[in-house]
């Protein structure tokens, strides 16, 4: 396959050992293999004297000293670790990993596997028949990438269809498994790298650069979650989010007054529709200049930002990387003065066409660039009290206001830590240092608080900096179904906080004979359902649109907006913990199903089903007018959430389905925190403490729940506190409440357990002292409903340890 033109790595004629580090010359190439820890190592090619390049993915950080061992025998180099053995055949090289069993988890392709014609440098690997591959970040298609190509190109993609590739993020990263058995590769080069999982071949996948180093890291797993919690060791983990930023925003391009702001918000309320933030688009600016305000339609934004907040709104800004080229604007005249702005090689600005008209640029990969923007987004927060800032267009796009007119971006030069490097080499991690700019910024303003930054663009490790929302979608079906794999490939790629515009964004173009086709009450009822189960969940769309918001529809949309996000808001301590969870090991929030499952060969393909969390299963509703829907049921029992059917795992149910409801299954054994009902993030006090359990005979199941105050960085300090539940259902329930640990103190509440779909109990006994039935659920006694066959049971919330027993 690479034989035209193509140059093959050949023999070792020499090596060398640094510590932890292995170099191998083959001839004009040397091949360096540096172990990070016993799972982990990258792997670089290098041309002789070509400095190691600079990443700003990946957090740097001591991995300790591992002694990975050489042995030299005949025509192999074996390096070992506690978890790999990796054969190095000499001539030519070629490198096979493999686990302890020898069993081979990554093997080139022979002869070689590393090839290289110009700049292009590609690793090519055997591709097993039973191989399939997830994350590659952003990207349109299916669930499972064997068979397809894609290019890592940050782009504006507006209104991308099911195939359009690539998209405004770059993540370089996927990984592979092989029953049930994963490993990670990263591929961390800013220029544009390509990756072919099967399209070329079907018995070879390859991947590669088209400038700079090959330079790769390799994770082994085996299991799925271990690899993306290495990987965001390597990159970073997500910081925990306000919680108010898990809460439903409304948006649209735009709320253009603060009379239509509080419209909004007087609506949200009349309506009881639970909302944490709503979105102010570029029409806020005054003529789009970035970090103004319109001052006749903004008069007095703290005044509006304060009156939002005490209704229970925050408010998130739109902030556009481009500068609008005016000698009277004082951002455009510092860039000038400082020469902040992206040149070309002649000494000329770089003119783009956004939304001001003619535009410039900051070079963001300078540390004073990136400093100036940061100080001017602290202000403008400061200033203006908004909760949020939400970056885009920022892969960049530099050309939106002509789009036939072409915009040269040939011979722009980058500063590139000294390097002075082209706009292809930068392009990709152009908004990842906007946000980084932008975090760091909002930081520095407010040391202890917990910052909210949006992006349509980023690099690998942006889940550091930032949530994603995948662009400029459009209200189709299609693009429905589509945000599902989506943003299951985005939280395997390490980036769990991840939405798709609610209701789609441009309300036309799904294909040439349905050129207007608009958003329906079907189709927004159902993404409002869909979307109150996204990370992110935003309702957003274009501007002239029919408007969005859940109340312009009808009587029904409105229910069901209601009832969804309500669930949303009710099990918003779970998605919070669920958080908590990713912040130490990585692991999204929404999963697809391969992450829980990993050894069942039919959850690969699954596209439209997800996990929310180990014990919340989601099918939503991706068919027009569905009134039956197939749900594939993993092992385990499963509870429908609507009825309280209980149904045997490993099988594909068929479902009669309304509009009311999308299908929701819970695992039996889960243990769910929630909190009652709330229109916003701390509207009333967390009192009571409600804890759903879904018992069935012969599971046990704990999990640690979280709480802190939701808001700052205290957690960091340890000011938090934990509380372990555990369920033991054999003959009789056994439920432990821990000794709750940690600084943070609940204020003195109820705990509110909720036992789902159990018989009526013969007794019950706390800590051996029996509990009375009462009707009234006073604190320290229990109530049975026999229809919907729920055993409630009250007590104070004190702390302390508690069991109970149930005898049914
Ligand atoms: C881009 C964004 C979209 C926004 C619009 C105007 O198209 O993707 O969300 O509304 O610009 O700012």
Redesign the pocket.
């Known amino acids: 396959m690479f034989s035209r033109g193509y140059n093959t790595i050949g023999r070792i004629s020499s090596f060398e050992q640094d510590n932890q580090s292995f170099i191998f010359n083959c001839g004009e190439r040397r091949i360096k293999i540096h172990f990070l820890t016993d799972k982990m190592f990258r792997l670089s090619m290098h041309h002789h004297n070509l400095s190691e390049e600079h990443s700003c993915a990946i957090v740097q950080k001591e991995w300790g000293n591992i002694e990975p061992h050489l042995e030299d025998v005949e025509d192999l180099f074996l390096l070992k670790t506690r978890a790999l053995r990796l054969a190095i055949n000499k001539d030519p090289f070629r490198l096979v990993v493999r686990d302890l069993n020898g069993r081979a988890i990554l093997e080139d392709t022979e002869p070689a596997g590393v090839h290289w014609r110009g700049n292009r440098v590609i690793s090519a690997k055997k591709m097993p028949s039973d191989e399939h591959y997830y994350g590659f970040g952003e990207k349109t298609g299916g669930l499972d990438k064997r068979g397809c190509h894609y290019v890592m190109r940050t782009r504006d993609s507006?209104f991308y269809q099911g195939k359009t590739d690539p998209l405004y993020t770059a993540i370089p990263f996927f990984v592979g498994v092989r029953r049930g058995q994963g490993y990670g590769i990263f591929l961390d080069n800013n220029w544009e790298t390509f990756f072919d999982m099967g399209k070329k071949s079907n018995n070879i996948f390859f991947f590669g650069v088209t400038g700079g180093e090959l330079n790769y890291y390799f994770f082994y797993g085996p299991d799925i979650k271990e690899v993306i919690n290495q990987y965001t060791e390597l990159t970073g983990k997500i910081p925990l989010p306000p919680v108010w930023s898990l809460g439903y925003h409304q948006s649209r391009?735009s709320y253009k007054s603060d009379e239509e702001v509080m419209r909004i918000t007087d609506e949200l309320k009349r309506y009881e529709i639970p909302c944490d933030a709503i979105s102010l688009?570029?029409d806020y600016m005054d003529g789009f200049r970035v970090f103004t305000w319109d001052k006749r339609r903004f008069p007095d934004p703290r005044g509006l930002v304060e009156t939002c907040r005490k209704m229970g709104f925050r408010l998130c800004a739109?902030i556009?990387p481009g500068v609008k080229v005016d000698e009277n604007y004082d951002i455009f005249r510092e860039g000038i003065e400082n020469d902040y702005f992206i040149k070309r090689q002649d000494g000329t600005l770089f003119y783009g066409y956004v939304?001001p008209g003619k535009t410039v640029f900051p070079d963001f990969t300078r540390e004073d660039v990136q400093k100036w923007w940061g100080n001017h987004v602290k202000t403008f927060q400061k200033d203006s009290g908004v909760s949020g800032i939400w970056n885009?267009?920022n892969e960049p796009s530099y050309n939106i206001k002509y789009p036939l007119r072409q915009v040269n971006v040939n011979g722009l030069i980058f500063h590139d830590n000294g390097l002075n490097t082209p706009f292809e080499k930068n392009r990709n991690v152009f908004g990842f240092l906007m946000a980084r700019a932008t975090y760091e910024g909002l930081l520095e303003g407010e040391p202890d608080k917990r910052h909210f930054i949006l992006t349509?663009s980023g690099y690998a490790g942006i889940q550091k900096y930032a949530a994603v929302w995948t662009?400029?979608n459009t209200s189709s079906w299609e693009h429905l179904a589509l945000s599902i794999p989506m943003l299951l490939n985005l939280g395997v790629s390490g980036v769990p906080f991840v939405g798709a515009?609610i209701g789609g964004?441009a309300p036309w173009i799904t294909s040439p004979r349905k050129l207007f086709m608009k958003l329906n009450r079907e189709l927004i009822a159902r993404w409002i359902q869909l979307g109150s189960f996204y990370p992110f969940a935003r309702n957003?769309t274009?501007?002239f649109s029919k408007p969005q918001e859940p109340w312009q529809f009808d009587h029904k949309v409105l229910e069901i907006s209601k009832k969804y996000l309500k669930l949303r808001y009710r099990w918003m301590p779970y998605l919070y913990n669920l958080f908590v969870e990713c912040a130490h090991n990585g692991c999204p929030p929404m999963r697809a199903l391969i992450l829980e499952f990993p050894n069942d060969e039919r959850c690969h393909r699954v596209d439209h089903q997800f996990m929310w969390g180990e014990f919340i299963l989601i099918s939503p509703v991706i068919k027009k007018r569905a009134s039956v829907q197939d749900i594939y049921l993993p092992k385990g029992k499963w509870f429908d959430f609507h009825t309280g059917e209980l149904y045997v795992g490993e099988t594909t149910i068929n479902k009669p389905i309304t509009l009311d409801d999308i299908p929701i299954f819970i695992k039996a054994g889960a243990i769910i925190p929630c909190q009652p009902e709330m229109q916003f993030f701390k509207e009333k006090e967390l009192n009571p403490l409600i804890i759903e359990v879904y018992p069935a005979s012969g599971i046990s199941s704990a999990i640690v729940f979280q709480e802190d105050d939701g808001e700052t960085l205290d957690y960091r300090q340890g000011h938090y506190c934990t509380t372990r539940f555990e369920l033991i259902f054999d003959k009789e329930l056994q439920f432990t409440i821990y000794p709750r640990e940690g600084s943070f103190e609940p204020k003195p509440r109820d705990l509110l357990l909720q036992f789902k779909h159990v018989s009526r109990p013969k007794r019950i006994g706390m800590n051996s002292l029996e509990m009375k039935e009462n009707l009234l659920l006073e604190s320290g006694s229990w109530k049975y409903q026999e229809a919907s066959m729920l055993l409630e049971i009250k007590m104070k919330d004190d702390g302390v340890r508690k069991t109970l027993l149930i005898e049914f």
């Open positions: 507006i391009w688009d570029i739109i556009d939304w885009d267009m349509r662009g400029d515009d964004f957003h274009i501007k």
